[in-house]
């Protein structure tokens, strides 16, 4: 399934050329935030760098982390974003010293003075909410320490990064390969977690693989490759996945459908027909829709609910709405927990899927944490965390999945070997927990 970027980008460089002008031309006509064009913008702008160096390859198999490409991904680059205005969240008090390990009592220094910094909560990420706290995974970390303990101490869900993607799942026509997405359904069962498949169909060609992008035959056969891959997981993963991600990344950032192998084959149409096939394949499972940037309330979130009221139109059942949530210091809490709320007037369950919190924005390839920006990101994740359960009644809270346990682990790190290129997680490089953690937990237990 490997071929190299600069034949792949050859080949589809007038498709991504019209990738780009419908990218720009859309987000300059349509949207009203400034930051959520130039948001918008990011995840296409990286998936075009994927594309161009030809993301879609088999496994790889690389076992270190730093390398990056364990899951038969290369690393994809990370647009700036912007950092938060000042005044924009309440800054917390200043703590001198790191916070405390969690789960571990907080003992009090041998000191005369009082202590200047805040106690910590010692209570585990996933007893501090009624909805499971998740994670997601890469299959080749499973194994490693503190990556393993961090997860079973902390969360209670896991998603994949990709082991549970079409190309994974099937690289080659028919010859379905399972072999590392059961060993974390397996590692979710042992620790009494839950699992959330991500995702049956990314609507991008760039992810997709090579032999569905070549194969022959028109509507009537694209549809029994659609129906046939989403049958086979869902049957296989019976009673161990509880909810997907059907499509992921359908839409454009100005609510039209991403030009893809699928619609071009089946027409917009083949979002029904997905959601459709996932159910009849299963239908105890949930259903999502996950996307990028719908926390803007614009135009994409807009598409999201009509597309929803299409479906329920038709009998098809959709359950809920991933917002991805990779987002950044300075994105508006209140305007996100308004989007949430819109959403979840539909009677739909709410997910923030791929929650975490760059820092990027204006800064150099690599640059220092320091207890400034530390601070700022725990107050945006305390807000952010807040805005979700007030934004999302209760019974269609359907959970937080951050994105990777540390920042060693996250995305925008991958390729980077001093892990120093962001720093968007909850933990730190060495799994401590930094105040983004704090101002999660902080937020589940009211504080
Ligand atoms: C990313 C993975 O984290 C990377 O390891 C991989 O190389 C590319 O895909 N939005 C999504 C996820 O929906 O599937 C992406 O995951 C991150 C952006």
Redesign the pocket.
């Known amino acids: 399934m490997r071929f190299t970027g600069l034949t792949f980008f050859t080949k589809h460089s007038f498709r991504l050329a019209a990738l780009v002008i419908i990218v720009f031309s859309s987000s300059l006509i349509g949207c009203s935030s400034s930051l959520e064009e130039e948001l918008a913008q990011k995840?296409v702008k990286e998936k075009i760098d994927?594309v161009g160096k030809g993301?879609d390859q088999a496994s790889g198999g690389k076992e270190d982390p730093a390398e990056g490409a364990e899951?038969g991904?290369?690393?994809?680059k990370q647009e700036p974003a912007e950092e938060q205005k000042p005044g924009e969240e309440p800054q917390t008090p200043v703590a001198p010293g790191p916070p405390a390990a969690p789960g571990a009592p907080v003992t009090p220094e041998k000191s005369e003075t009082p202590q200047a910094g805040p106690v910590r909560p010692t209570t585990a990420l996933k007893d501090a909410f009624d909805f499971p706290v998740g994670a997601?995974v890469?299959y080749e970390r499973l194994k490693n320490e503190p990556y393993s303990s961090t997860l079973k101490r902390e969360f209670s869900r896991l998603s994949s990064?990709?082991n549970f993607?079409f190309h994974m799942l099937q690289p080659q026509e028919g010859k379905f390969n399972f072999a590392k997405a059961d060993a974390i359904v397996a590692f979710a069962q042992q620790h009494n977690m839950k699992v959330h498949g991500?995702?049956l169909i990314?609507a991008l060609d760039g992810i997709t693989p090579k032999w569905v992008l070549n194969y022959k035959g028109g509507e009537k056969e694209f549809d029994a490759l659609l129906k046939n891959h989403i049958t086979t997981v869902l049957k296989h993963f019976k009673g161990k996945v509880s909810s997907w991600d059907v499509v992921?990344?359908a839409l454009t950032p100005g609510g039209g459908y991403v030009d893809n192998i699928w619609l071009r084959k089946l027409g917009e149409g083949y979002l029904l027909k997905a959601l459709k096939y996932a159910q009849e394949a299963d239908p105890s499972v949930k259903l999502f829709l996950?996307d990028?940037s719908q926390e803007y309330g614009g135009k994409k979130l807009t598409k999201y609910l009509k597309i929803v009221d299409e479906a329920r139109a038709k009998g098809i059942r959709v359950d809920g709405l991933g917002f991805?949530m990779?987002t950044v210091l300075r994105v508006d809490a209140d305007m996100v927990r308004q989007s949430f709320a819109k959403a979840a007037a539909k009677n739909l369950l709410i997910h923030l899927s791929?929650f975490d919190v760059s820092l990027k924005y204006q800064k150099p390839d690599t640059f220092e944490l320091t207890e400034e920006l530390s601070k700022a990101q725990g107050a945006k994740v305390k807000a952010l965390v807040q805005a979700y359960l007030k934004g999302v009644p209760k019974h269609l809270q359907f959970g937080i999945t951050t994105?990777g346990v540390s920042d060693k682990d996250s995305?925008f790190n991958?390729g980077y070997s001093n892990f120093n290129h962001d720093y968007p997680l909850l933990f730190d490089k060495n799994y401590k927990p930094k105040d983004a953690y704090y101002g999660f937990l902080e937020a589940g237990l009211g504080k």
Do not use: I, L
């Open positions: 995840p994927a993301e899951d991904e290369t690393p994809v997601a890469v990064e990709s993607k991500h995702t990314w992921n990344e996950n990028y991805q990779h791929e994105w995305y991958r």
